[in-house]
Each structure stands twice: as C-alpha cells, then as structure tokens.
C-alpha cells in the first residue's frame, strides 16, 4: 500500500515551541511517499540508499518499524520512499516520512491505526531518533492544514503562496535544539524573555490572520512580524551567514523573510510580494489542508 504525508512549514515561533510556547505553522504542497508491501524481510530504499532496518541510514524509518511492531508484530516489509520535500532542510521531511511510512504499514498489515495513533508513534520516533522535540512536525504532516500549537487550533485562512529559499546547507534538528537548550541553560534570565517575545509575536500573526480572513492577507503587518521574528532567531545563535545573506537580498527587494524549522541551514521563507523574485534554490509552496492520506 502507497501513503503520503506533507511537509511543512514554521509561520512563526520554532525553538519557542519546544519550551511549550505558540508557534504557527502550515502543512505545504510538497509530499513524502511511501510504498509499502509484505515481504520475508526488511529493505529499505530511499533517497538515502538501500539498506535493512538500519538505524544510522534511515533512522526514521526504521524506528516506524519498530515502534509499528511493538503493536502489530511483523517480519518484513519491502519500504520504498519518494519525496518531494528536500532533507534536512526545515520543512519536515524526517516527519513526512516517518508518518506515510506509518500509515502505509497501518494499511498493508490492516493494523487498524487511527490518525491519532499514527501521531502517536511518530511523536515517539521524534523522541528516539533526536532526544528532544516538540511534537510539532508529526502533528503537522499527519493532520495537514494550519494550525496554533500546542494549542492545537485549526486556522481557516484564505490561499497565500509562499517562497521557500533552500541555502542547501543542512539543518540539523537535534544539534540546533540542543545549542538552544544549552544557551537557554546558561543564560535563562536573558532567553526565556526572548521565547516570551516570539510568542507575542506568533499570538500577534494569528490575530493579523484571523482578522483578515475574507480578505487578502495583510502582508504587510506580517511582514514585519518576519522581521522580528528572524531577528530572535538569529539572537538565539540559529541563524547562519548563508540565511542571513539571503535574507538581506530579500529586504533589498522589500520583502522580509526568515528561517523555518531547526536553522542553522535549511530554508529561508517570505510571503507578501514574493511574485517576481528570481533568487538561486527558491520555490514557491501553498498551504495543505490534506495530511497523511492513502495514495491509489
Ligand atoms: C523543527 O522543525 C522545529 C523546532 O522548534 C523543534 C521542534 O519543535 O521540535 C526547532
């Protein structure tokens, strides 16, 4: 059985939501798909290579096996992965992978899983595979749509595009929640308000959305609420020379943009007058409503 999951994208508040505070974020039109059919052993192909269960190759798939086993017992699968969404780049692939990988091996050995167990178990491989994590990219490519977490409200919003820059360096999740925790540990009295500050921010972007739901999204206050989004991320030591250079070039063109997800690498994104711009590795995405689904 074939299952897909989305990627998705950080409006607002990554690093913050790990200490429980607000961030907004949106499934994108960009999916990971996963075939997945009996077999007498485990493979594994992917981009990455073709492996067993291999838990330094692909540790997101094979810790979906495992923890898949532990409640529907199995002893092989043929898994094979194609993806839309680029690794290790912010926008959620190791989730989208693991989630369609999960819901392919619901349906191929009728396990019976609902979204919420799928959840569940993707939560759990977060935990195994890099320690820490808020749940967020799970939550976000199983449910699709876009949403205030951990609140967990689902916003109605009205189409937008969005550009994606890729610096092609990798973002790694673990490391930069790791270097933030660290920071946060050291200096408390100076991060925790910096955490309070983005919160305000992502409460204020929702308020700027729901406001302008029937019509077109006010992209100028968004704008700036970009602005100084990126501008905390970068005081917390996420940013790197790659992002902000492209960031500038973007304010150079009246566009304000920043990070998504983990930083220190991966993609940079902005809304607002994004039409025309023709920057190196740039792309635009849509909001997804759909997350994991079964592929005919
Ligand atoms: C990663 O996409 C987002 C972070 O906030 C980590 C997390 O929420 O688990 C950096």
């Known amino acids: 059985m074939k299952a897909s999951a989305p990627a998705k994208i950080i409006l607002f ?4 939501v790990v200490y429980k505070k607000h961030a907004l974020v949106t499934a994108v039109n960009l999916r ?9 052993n485990f493979k594994i192909i992917s981009p990455l290579g073709t492996t067993s269960l291999d838990f330094e190759v692909h540790p997101w798939i094979s810790f979906a096996i495992k923890n898949f086993s532990k409640i529907k017992p199995i002893e092989g699968a043929e898994v094979k992965i194609e993806s839309e ?18 819901k392919a091996l619901d349906a191929e050995f009728e396990a019976g899983l609902t979204n919420d167990d799928i959840y569940e178990i993707a939560r759990q491989v977060e935990i195994d595979v890099q320690g820490m994590g808020s749940g967020t990219d799970p939550f ?16 109605k919003f009205k189409d937008f595009d969005i550009l994606v820059v890729d610096t092609k360096e990798k973002s790694i999740t673990s490391e930069m929640v790791r270097k933030v925790a660290e920071l946060r540990d050291k200096y408390p009295d100076i991060i925790n308000p910096i ?3 983005i919160d305000g921010i992502t409460l204020k972007a929702v308020k700027v ?6 019509k077109e999204v006010n992209k100028n206050e968004l704008s700036e609420l970009i602005f100084l989004n990126q501008c905390l991320l970068k005081a917390i030591g996420v940013s790197s020379i ?12 009246g566009i304000a943009a920043k990070l998504t997800g983990a930083g220190g690498g991966g993609c940079v994104i902005a809304i607002g007058n994004i039409q025309n711009v023709d920057l190196e590795n740039s792309f635009i995405v849509k909001p997804e409503k759909e997350g994991v689904r079964i592929e005919q």
Do not use: N, Q
């Open 140 to 155: 976000i490519s199983t449910l699709g749509g876009m949403w205030l977490v951990p609140k967990r409200e689902r916003l």
């Open 85 to 102: 969404i680029p690794i290790a780049s912010g926008l959620g692939s190791s989730a989208a992978v693991t989630v369609s990988v999960l």
């Open 195 to 197: 955490f309070d500050a």
């Open 13 to 16: 508040g990554e690093h913050a």
């Open 32 to 40: 990971c798909y996963a075939d997945v059919r009996k077999s007498s």
């Open 242 to 253: 790659k992002i902000d250079e492209i960031v500038e070039k973007l304010k150079e063109k």
């Open 209 to 214: 959305l729901k406001s302008e739901i029937d």
